[in-house]
Each structure stands twice: as structure tokens, then as C-alpha cells.
């Protein structure tokens, strides 16, 4: 069945994702308990996972125009005195997929390495140098089709703070941390909807005003996959 996230089977590519309307945001829906986020229980939450239910499978690839093709990103949750934050890039803005956005460290498959936990470590290496030493995997949620027929399998894992980061040029502008609580408040998440002739396609985004690794403030519009997967883990959480 497909999601309310993929309305059409033919759609407009969004180019300016803020503009789009906010129809609503979820401010009745709780928060994931502090005690929660926390690195040992999620640990323990991915040892007995609770019943749950994926609430965005993804776009299905309808938009797209090529074959289907494995992918995995890193969920990566660096470990701070004063709580988790989630490391995040900001793509360049010459790619020809998702350019720009706000994106999870990862990439596509390749047949050497064996699983999606070696696709999300060695993609996380090259896209920005976090070097495998300071990663825990901790799990893996279920797989998100994007709509460009990618289908991606998040890989969660906490970071121990002490790393340098080294970007690839090419393919990140930069890397920030957003806290974990704040994107796992449903409050700060808002639906858009986006209506063209012939249709209309929904999306979740989670703005954040926060400081850039260089501690200059910056406004971060996360939408789109990272968003939907960031709303899928908050249904993991809170289960």
C-alpha cells in the first residue's frame, strides 16, 4: 500500500520545499521520553524492539525513471554530556540527486560490501572522514524507498565525541548537529502540501535554527527522505 507521502504517478520535482504551504504539525502527539534517548536504552531498544508500525515506507520510486537500487545511510548519534545529537550534511548543490538537501551520511551499494551496515560505515567514512573507531551500530530500521527509487536502509549507531570530521568536497557542503529531542518532539514537525495540476504530494519537514560546526548560526531546512526517516524512527522510539 502506498503511503500518503506519494500522491500521483506523475509529479513536479519540489525546487523550493519552504515555500510550500504547513497545513498542520503534530504538537498532539508526545514527545520521546528523555529516559528514552538516552545511549543504553536505545541500545536495549534495538535488542527487544517493541510492536510498531513503519508509518512512511517511502515514495516508491514512482518518479523515478531508472531501476530500483539498494542504499544505506547512517543514523549517526553522537554521544554529548548534555544528550545526543544527530550528525547531518548539507549536499552540494551540482549533484543530480537531492542537491542541496539536508541528507544522512550514505550512499549507494556496492557489491563488495556485504551488507548495508558496511555500505553506511564506508559511505560515512568517504562523505565526511568519520573514521569507524568512534562508531557503535546499534541497529537498523526498516528499508524507506525514496523517489528516486533508491531503497534505503537507515543504519542506527551512537558516536563517541573526540572526531575530526574531513568532507568530500564534491559531494557535502557541510556537517551540523541537530539534538535528538528536538527532532523526536512532534511539535516540530510539519506537513506540507504541495498542489500542481493533476495532484498533490505531501511531505514532512523539521526546520532547525541552530549553530554550524563552526558555531555560526544557520537555519537547516530538513525535509523530504531525512525527514521521513527521522518520523519513522520517532515511531520506533515511541512504541
Known sequence: MLSAYACGMSRPVILNPQAVPVV??????????????????LRQRFVMPPAWQLEIPGDGGLHATRPPAAAAVL??????????????????AHLRDHAGQISFPGGRVEPQDGSAIATALR?????????RAHIEVIGQLPVYTTVTAFQVTPVVALVRPGFGLTLDAFEV?????VPLDFLMTPAHHQ???????????????MPWRGPDLAGEMREYFIWGATAAMLR?????LSA
Not at 77 to 87: S, T
Not at 191 to 205: A, K, N, P, T, V
Request: net charge negative; hydrophobic share 40%; no cysteine.
Open 24 to 41: 498542520g504539525t503534530d504538537e498532539h502527539l508526545p514527545a520521546v521520553a528523555p529516559a528514552v534517548l538516552q545511549p543504553e536504552a
Open 75 to 92: 543514523i549517526p548519534l553522537v554521544m554529548h554530556a548534555e544528550g545526543l545529537r544527530l550528525l547531518l550534511t548539507r549536499r552540494t
Open 232 to 236: 519513522n524512527f520517532y515511531r520506533f
Open 123 to 131: 559511505e560515512t567514512e568517504e562523505e565526511i572522514g568519520l573514521a
Open 173 to 177: 557542503a557541510e556537517a551540523f548537529e
Open 191 to 205: 506537513h506540507h502540501l504541495f498542489s500542481y495540476e493533476g495532484g498533490q504530494r505531501q511531505f514532512l519537514s
